[in-house]
Structure formats: structure tokens, C-alpha cells
């Protein structure tokens, strides 16, 4: 009867265990969900900066690389367009020398390309193979009739000469393109859309640029807002954790290169009651740490976190200062949710649910809960 009822009172007390690890364990889902949630709304308040800004980046450096291909193709084009123009305007020119030259000769052009005399001349030749021969005493010259260019004499080999010779100059023409106009003019329309696109490609990277200056403008009107009230909330709970004293976050500007916004830096000065510090190294262990929890409870107070996870904060502090510790902490747990890690009794007082691990006889860890609130129910 003894075992029974021992053995009764085992399975009781692990009923009761088993209820203790199920409202545990439903406590731990509920404020999983609830980190989940805060943790989704607050990347969801983050997330569209953020994403904004990538997005405009790439948008930039598309339209950079398609403004740096549209110039290309567009030197491309004005040169060959400009090359063409010079060819054509050269054969224009020599064509045009042509004709000003047989005109001066009165020469005329037949439609098969034949240069002959505007007024031919009558005189006495032999002609053999469709060449004129002089005669044996090998004249130099031959006069004309005073109405053949006033006057004037006239060498007819010379003459013939010159035709040869213009002829020749008419046949290395080659082939006149008679559409070059056309061409030309496609050209032209070709330059004036590539001239539109890159006009387009540089005001749409103007407006990505001030869109860019905007969200810079906008992040930094944020940050100095949210730096006021933190440097503010620091400087109240130094003074809380030190009874006094001063304490403030400084910007500094860092250097930037040259185009470029400077960005901002953060110093921490830090003044207890009755010391003079220039630089942080020389505070004691404890007092960096209080300094730390200051700036830490300061961020939190301004935007506070769904889950905070202090490791050993309270390990250099005295027993004044965990008490001034543990009552700021209990004023921000309403916003947060503390797991903090400590060996102190007088920062466990005060928890919600208390675990511990520790070691049996086996080597085996075990981890032991206790929740505060159901003790004093069951008192």
C-alpha cells in the first residue's frame, strides 16, 4: 500500500509537472507568435527603405550602362554619317570641277559619256583607226576660225590630251549613288531619335538621382531625430545609475571621398559624479557597464525590441547599482520581453519564470523551471 500510494503520488507530481511544461510550452507558442508578428511589422516598416534604395541603385546603374551604349552607337552613327557626308561632298566637288572645266573648253558630255567640241571644225585630216595623224612636216599646232574661243589658238593634240585625261577622271568616279540623299537622310533621323533617347536616359537619371537625394535626405532627418531623443534617454538613465553626472553622444564627421556625403560617427562621453574622464578606457569595469546599460536602456526606451537577451550584465556592478538595474528594467519590460542571464539572486528576484541548469551524478544536464507567479498562488 505504501508503493501504491508512492508511487500515486509520483504520477501525481508528474501530472502536475506534465500541466506546468504544457502551460510552459503554450506560453512559449504564444509569445512566439507574438515575436513573429513584431518581428514581420517590423521588417515590414524597414523592408520598403531598404528595398527602395536597392531597387534605385539598380534602376541607376541600368540606366548608366544603356545611357553608356545609346552614346556609343551614337558616335558611331555621326561618324559614319559624317564620313559618308565627306565622301559625297568630294565627288560633288570633283564632279562639279569637271563640268565648270569642259564647259570652259566648250566641250559638251554626250549621254554615253563622250566628250566632243560644242563647235566642231572642218579641216583636212587623215584619219586612221579613229586616230588623227599628223602630216609629215608634224605641225605643232593648228589655227581655227576666229569664231572658236575668240580667236585663240588651239592645240588639238593638247586638246585631245585633256579629254583623255577628263574622261578618265569621269570613269574613276565610278558608279553616282543617287540615293545618297536618302541615305543621308535616314541617317539624320536615325541621329535625332539616339539624341532623344539619350536626352531621355539623362532626365530619367536626374530623377533617380533627386529620388535617391530624397531618401538620403529623409534617412538622415530620422537618424537625427531618433539620435536627439536616445542622446536625451541616455543622459537620464546615466544619471539615474550614477546618482549624477553627465553623459551625452557626440556626431562626428567621417571623411568621405570627394562627391560624396560625409556620414555621420558616434562618440560616447561619459561623466560620473566627481571624476573628470577624457576617454572611456579609463572608467572601472563596473562603470563602463553601467554606461553600457544606460545607452542600451536609452535605444530601447526610443525603439524598443520585441526580445532583449542580457548576458551577464550585472556581473561588475555592486549591490546599489543592481537594484537601480533591476527596477529600469522592470519599468521597460511592458514594451520588451527580458531573458536575462545572471548569477545575481537580487536580479532573479524580481523574474517571471526562473530556469536553471545543472549537472546530477550522471554528468546529464537538467534544466529546472520555476514560475514565481504560480508560487505565490499556491502560498
Do not use: C, W
Not at 508511487?7 to 503554450?26: C, F, H, P, S, V
Not at 531619335?193 to 539623362?202: M, P
Amino acid at each position: 500500500l505504501d508503493r501504491i500510494a508512492q508511487q500515486q503520488q509520483q504520477l501525481a507530481a508528474l501530472l502536475t509537472e506534465q500541466q506546468d511544461l504544457e502551460l510552459t510550452l503554450r506560453d512559449h507558442r504564444e509569445r512566439l507568435a507574438n515575436n513573429r508578428t513584431l518581428r514581420a511589422e517590423a521588417q515590414a516598416a524597414v523592408g520598403p527603405a531598404h528595398a527602395a534604395t536597392a531597387d534605385l541603385a539598380t534602376e541607376e546603374r541600368d540606366l548608366a550602362t544603356a545611357r553608356g551604349d545609346a552614346q556609343r552607337a551614337l558616335l558611331s552613327t555621326e561618324r559614319e554619317m559624317l564620313e559618308s557626308e565627306h565622301r559625297l561632298r568630294a565627288a560633288a566637288e570633283r564632279v562639279q570641277a569637271l563640268l565648270t572645266e569642259v564647259a570652259e573648253n566648250e566641250m559638251v558630255i554626250d549621254d554615253d559619256g563622250t566628250v566632243r567640241p560644242l563647235n566642231p571644225v572642218t579641216r583636212t585630216s587623215t584619219v586612221i583607226s579613229g586616230e588623227l595623224e599628223e602630216d609629215e612636216e608634224g605641225l605643232e599646232a593648228l589655227s581655227l576660225p576666229a569664231p572658236v574661243r575668240g580667236g585663240a589658238e588651239i592645240n588639238l593634240p593638247e586638246m585631245r590630251q585633256r579629254i583623255t585625261e577628263l574622261r578618265g577622271q569621269i570613269r574613276s568616279l565610278g558608279p553616282v549613288n543617287v540615293e545618297a540623299l536618302e541615305d543621308l537622310s535616314a541617317e539624320q533621323e536615325r541621329h535625332d531619335f539616339l539624341v532623344g533617347q539619350v536626352a531621355d536616359l539623362e532626365a530619367a537619371e536626374g530623377e533617380l538621382r533627386e529620388a535617391i537625394r530624397d531618401l538620403k535626405r529623409l534617412i538622415r532627418t530620422k537618424f537625427v531625430e531618433t539620435f536627439t531623443l536616445v542622446n536625451e534617454r541616455f543622459g537620464e538613465y546615466f544619471k539615474r545609475f550614477f546618482g549624477g553626472g553627465q553623459a551625452e553622444l557626440r556626431l562626428t564627421e567621417t571623411d568621405a571621398d570627394e562627391g560624396e556625403e560625409s556620414e555621420a560617427g558616434v562618440e560616447i562621453f561619459a561623466q560620473p559624479p566627481g571624476k573628470r574622464i577624457t576617454n572611456l578606457t579609463i572608467l572601472s569595469g563596473g562603470e563602463r557597464s553601467m554606461t553600457s546599460v544606460a545607452l542600451l536602456f536609452a535605444l530601447l526606451s526610443v525603439n524598443p525590441a520585441p526580445v532583449v537577451v542580457l548576458d551577464e550584465v550585472d556581473a561588475a556592478l555592486d549591490e546599489a547599482n543592481v537594484g537601480r538595474f533591476v527596477d529600469t528594467l522592470l519599468e521597460l519590460r511592458e514594451r520588451s520581453q527580458f531573458v536575462v542571464i545572471s548569477h545575481n539572486r537580487r536580479t532573479i528576484e524580481p523574474a517571471d519564470a526562473i530556469y536553471g541548469v545543472s549537472m546530477g551524478d550522471d554528468s546529464a544536464s537538467r534544466v529546472l523551471s520555476l514560475k514565481l507567479a504560480q508560487m505565490s498562488q499556491a502560498s
